[in-house]
């Protein structure tokens, strides 16, 4: 169902739910029986003993066994004592085994804790009160409440938002916070990123808050749908086990045809057969590099160890060397080449660079704190990620200054506007902070902070200014500016974002 291309009104009816009382409790037992438990399925996983008889599929490590395994059985029927060779290959090819079956194991070990960070309970709307549940148990007809800093626990269609925006890049690729509207329909070829009426499993809400209904659960979700087509999809060989299964071939069918034409010679030269085959088969298991898939395992391995210091996770061995092998690698730099975290890196005023430490830098963070809307959840900053990077630069805890200066108002941002203002009670008066674009605010300033004090802000600084801003976002740096005033009574309507400061 493509549910973006429905009214809210039309969702809610399809899914036989309430807006406002949500699914009753058997409506909703009714529909988990029906669409399962709210959970990314997986293949049924093989046992530990089929895993480890995997180990010995490949070709050169069979032809070892069947050799070291008939070298074994006439040692024994004639009783001569000599098996120390079929002894060694086999421990050779099980020491093999066996560290790519630990290896294998740890990697499904850290995949299975991945799993487990998903969002663990979700609050939604059942027979009219609003009440926390495990998130494996929500369904199809859910009323899900949301604000900043939750996990998005299914797919959603969106029924309220208020300044709500999701950060949706584990599974878009984009990677700032999208901004999202209830009332907004879409057509059903709409891309996933454009869907700004939906919220999607996978991603978290960095702003605002929202209530919307659960359209898919599971492994119907757009993530379940890629964690299905990755489930079914088949690895190709890597180069390198390329190169080994044919070298063994090549190895294998080599020694095999030399033992043939040395036994048929043997017994044109009136050799015993048995003595024969017994010279055959040692020539097979000379010729045969039986250390090699254990030399390969092993550097393999130490490379598993490297990826892991650096917090890779390795599922098979030969992964390692596909690396090793490309020629071209296409990223997105979002994450990978960077680190997908906005920071402060720099902050200036007209007199120039400021210092971190000085006066005027706390000041102007301060400000910029204040006018933010971050929740701070046990110690941990969530929200626009542009937002928490001036909350972190701050030298001032938000919650102190929040407690010092208690918002009272807010005019909140929009695409248009490209600013907010908040206006805080400072004392027995009332202090107006607004922060935006550059070029824009500074068209509601009449005034400039420097050094010396508040001045007039004349053309000439003005231009100043400018050239400033331009020259920070010369350097990719996305530029803010920050604006105040103080008024003995709360400003009303545009008298708030007026006569400003900059």
């Known amino acids: 169902m493509d549910w973006q291309s429905l009214s809210r009104e039309e969702c809610v009816r399809r899914l036989r739910t309430d807006a406002r009382r949500g699914l009753s409790r058997r409506q909703a037992r009714d529909q988990l029986a029906k669409s399962g438990r709210n959970e990314l399925t997986q293949k049924k996983k093989k ?164 209530a919307g209904v659960v359209v898919g659960t599971g492994m119907d979700t757009q993530v379940g749908r890629i964690a299905h087509m990755i489930d079914r999809e088949s690895s190709p060989q890597t180069p390198l086990q390329n190169k080994l299964a044919r070298t063994g071939k090549i190895l294998g069918i080599g020694a095999l045809a030399i033992c043939l034409v040395i036994f048929v010679l043997g017994l044109f030269q009136n050799m015993p057969p048995l003595e024969m085959f017994m010279i055959s088969i040692s020539l097979a298991v000379a010729a045969i590099p039986e250390g090699l898939p254990a030399v390969v395992t092993i550097v393999l391995a130490m490379g598993v160890r490297r990826m892991a210091r650096a917090r890779a996770i390795v599922r098979k061995l030969p992964a390692v060397e596909t690396l090793g092998s490309a020629n071209v690698i296409c990223s997105d730099k979002t994450g990978t080449l960077t680190q997908n975290r906005m920071t402060v890196t720099e902050t200036a005023s007209i007199d120039g660079i400021l210092e971190r430490g000085s006066s005027e830098f706390a000041e102007l963070m301060n400000l910029a704190a204040l006018c933010a809307n971050c929740s701070i959840v046990h110690g941990k900053v969530s929200g626009d990620p542009t937002e928490t990077a001036i909350v972190a630069a701050a030298p001032g805890s938000k919650q102190e200054l929040e407690q010092r200066y208690p ?79 103080d008024a003995a009574q709360m400003p009303q309507g545009n008298e708030a974002e007026s006569g400003l400061i900059f």
């Open 47 to 210: 046992s530990l003993f089929v895993r480890f008889l995997m180990q010995f599929s490949d070709f050169m490590v069979i032809i070892l066994l069947i050799a070291a395994g008939i070298s074994f059985a006439t040692s024994y029927w004639l009783q001569d004592g000599d098996d120390l060779d079929s002894i060694i290959i086999l421990g050779i090819v099980v020491i093999n085994a066996v560290i790519g079956l630990i290896q294998e194991s740890r990697a499904e070990k850290a995949i299975e804790a991945l799993r487990k960070l998903s969002s663990p309970e979700s609050r939604v709307i059942r027979d009219g009160e609003q009440k926390m549940i495990p998130s494996s148990e929500l369904v199809p007809g859910d009323i899900v409440l949301l604000s900043a800093g939750d996990l998005i626990p299914a797919d959603i269609r969106i029924l309220e938002a208020h300044n709500l925006k999701a950060e949706e890049s584990a599974l878009t690729g984009e990677s700032t916070p999208v901004e999202k509207e209830a009332e907004a329909v879409f057509s059903i070829d709409t891309p996933l990123g454009d869907r700004r009426n939906m919220l999607f499993a996978s991603g978290s809400i960095s702003v605002g808050r929202g």
């Open 407 to 485: 918002r009272v108002a807010e005019i909140p941002f929009t695409s248009s506007r490209k600013m907010m203002t908040t206006i805080h009670r400072a004392g027995g008066k009332y202090r107006v902070i607004t922060k935006g674009a550059p070029d824009l605010l500074l068209d509601r300033c009449a005034w400039y902070h420097s050094k010396q004090g508040v001045k007039k802000l004349t053309p000439e600084a003005k231009r100043s200014l400018l050239r400033r801003n331009e020259g920070m976002a010369a350097k990719a740096l996305r530029v803010l500016g920050v604006a105040y005033q």
